[in-house]
């Protein structure tokens, strides 16, 4: 056996020195700590040509930074050159081992779902206690959003160098456009909710590091507040977007889930795609600045990331879909499934019918074609307040499915209209199935929520007009066919499309 020296054991080995740039910095790694270093650039949305620009953003960065990691920052350090009378300014940090780097982790094919719960629950902390006021809620107003959108188009334009767009930047113009100008209520409403805060602004897989006592989160925006001013799912749309990158998209997913679970978040998930859109472009744009840097790959990567974008935009994409046809065409059923599968809200006349009667959905109401509850001016009634219940939740980014005979011209033209207001896809789809098909079905169907029997669909059928902008669907078949007609026209673009975002269940801590 070795008897003990008594002395003491030799230091762990200190990390090795390194370098890396940014577009905006340099950051030194030496020993156990690292030491950044502003470039003295004006990029236009920054200006660090002066030594005194440099000097406020770092003590603002330092001081901003402490909101998420304030054991890591600590302070701001200088550089003096022999022959300079003005030091340069420098954040001075404490080294994170790299190995516990989020991005690394991910490339490493490492478990990371419960280290980005604890990332999860330190942003909604952060959010929930955040700075609220009408300068932060400004920024989170429909022409607020359009305006970062607008200005990061002609950034991308003129970094393109001729001032022709990369490849898809049209597109993702015109999907951007469309969404915002119809969901000026969604925007208002999560003000209203508290939802914009003094966020992080540039939450990147790069700057989080997964540590035994909880995450450190670096590197916050810090030269322009109103960039820093978001809404809360916004800011962690930034993560969900790297993580999808670095090609964990199913985590990503999750990662945005536990934040609105933590809080307490109830946004479309056309919200969900619409800021990882942004936040793809706007790291598309940076990666456009570091090209013209000369930096490897960049261009690539912008290429990248602007498909991202497109991508959840047209994920993003908020629609009205009516699926229509006579008593016994397997409307109905077709419109449950479509709805489950398309994470959109169902709305049926039948239910609205009754309602507006105060009777529950499920009683009878049998009446003769055209009499109690279905004289004209009950139908009337019914489509009148089905399309404005779907204008509100359209206007406030959820999808719908409206499940109705839709047999009467008038009624289609206004649904139409109502498309049109809210800046939403409007897809028809008219369901039909052999005459035979329909009366076993209305002769063996249970009574409830539809009235209609053998007399009314043959009354309705006699006198049904033609439907040309419908797309035809059989529902004699099995359902999953008939599924797969109507996903085909909803969403032709599906193969080049991100997943509609659904909440999956996240275990326990």
């Known amino acids: ?37 502003k470039k ?65 982790l991910v490339r490493e094919g490492a478990a990371v779902d419960g280290a980005l719960r604890g990332v999860a629950r330190l942003l909604a902390a952060h959010h929930a206690r955040a700075t609220r006021s009408r300068e932060v809620n400004e920024q989170g107003t429909r022409d607020a959003v359009t305006s970062r959108w607008e200005a990061s188009f002609a950034e991308v334009r003129a970094l393109s160098g001729n001032g022709t ?33 003094d966020g992080h602004g540039d939450l990147l897989a790069e700057d989080v590091f997964c540590l035994d006592d909880g995450p450190r989160v670096l590197d916050c925006l810090e030269f322009d507040d109103k960039l820093r001013y978001v809404d809360g799912l916004d800011d962690a749309a930034f993560l969900a977007m790297d993580l999808e990158q670095l090609g964990v998209p199913r985590t990503a997913e999750r990662f945005l889930a536990a934040y609105c679970d933590y809080s307490g978040d109830p946004a479309p998930s056309s919200l969900w795609h619409h800021y ?14 570091q090209a013209r840097q000369g930096t490897p790959g960049a261009e690539t990567a912008a290429g990248r990331l602007i498909t991202t974008a497109l991508n959840h935009l047209r994920a993003s994409t908020v629609g009205v879909t009516l699926v229509g046809g006579l008593p016994g065409s397997g409307k109905s059923t077709l419109s449950g499934a479509l709805a489950d599968r398309l994470g959109s809200t169902l709305l049926s006349s039948d239910r609205v019918r009754k309602e507006l ?7 009878p109401a049998p009446a003769a074609y055209g009499e109690g509850l279905y004289t004209p001016e009950w139908t009337h ?70 009235d209609a029997g053998l007399e009314v669909a043959d009354a309705m059928g006699a006198t049904e007009p033609a439907w040309p902008d419908a797309v035809s669907i059989d529902t004699s078949g099995p359902l999953e ?8 026209a909803i969403r032709p673009q599906a193969a080049h499309q991100a997943p509609v975002f659904h909440r999956p269940y996240m275990e326990p801590d």
């Open 276 to 289: 990882v859109a942004y936040r793809a472009f706007v790291r598309a744009k940076v990666s456009l600045i």
């Open 381 to 450: 009634k019914t489509y009148t307040a089905l399309l404005d219940r779907a204008s509100a939740l359209l206007s406030h980014g959820e999808s719908v499915v409206l499940d109705a005979t839709w047999s009467n011209a008038e009624q289609r033209e206004a649904a139409l209209r109502m498309a049109e207001r809210t800046h939403a896809d409007l897809v028809a789809l008219h369901c039909h199935v052999p005459a035979e098909v329909s009366a076993a079905r209305l002769t063996t169907r249970t009574a409830g929520t539809s």
């Open 165 to 197: 767009a990369p490849d898809g930047v049209a597109e993702v113009e015109g999907l951007v456009r469309r969404y915002v100008a119809g969901r000026e209520p969604l925007f208002g409403m999560r003000i209203e909710q508290g939802r914009v805060v």
């Open 357 to 363: 009667a105060g009777i529950p959905a499920e009683q």
């Open 1 to 37: 056996m070795t008897e003990p020296s008594g002395e003491d054991p030799a230091p762990a080995p200190l990390p090795r020195a390194e370098a890396h740039e940014t577009h905006t910095a340099v950051v030194l790694f030496v020993a156990d700590r690292v030491y950044k270093v």
């Open 481 to 488: 066919a008939a599924v797969a007609q109507a996903l085909a």
């Open 40 to 104: 003295p650039i004006d990029l236009t949305f920054l200006d660090h040509t002066t030594v005194a620009a440099r000097r406020a953003t770092c003590e603002r960065e330092v001081v901003l930074n402490r909101r998420f990691a304030p054991d890591v920052y600590l302070g701001v350090g200088e550089f003096r050159g022999p022959d300079t009378d003005v030091p340069e300014p420098v954040v001075v940090m404490r080294r994170m081992p790299a190995e516990r780097r989020l991005s690394r």
